[in-house]
């Protein structure tokens, strides 16, 4: 993949799709957060292959994320 489509990518991620923090006023932002980072879990092991593998979750730990959204939502 070239670079120019790599920072398009990262660029639309960014500006239309971001990251929910966890906010600690808000009872609910833990579970908006983690849906959040599983809707976005093409694109976070797409940059984690590239730029760090010692982040890259495992399928274990996607399994876990995810049933504990189901939980929590």
Not at 23 to 29: L, Q
Not at 41 to 70: G, I, N, P, S, V
Request: hydrophobic residues 55%.
């Amino acid at each position: 993949m070239n670079k120019i489509k790599v920072f398009y990518i990262i660029f639309i991620i960014l500006v239309f799709y971001v990251m929910i923090r966890d906010v600690v006023t808000r009872w609910n932002s833990f579970w908006q957060a983690m849906d959040r980072f599983l809707e976005l879990r093409e694109a976070l092991e797409f940059f984690w292959l590239r730029y760090c593998k010692e982040f890259k979750l495992t399928e274990t730990e996607w399994t876990l994320l995810k049933e504990l959204c189901e939980v929590l939502g």
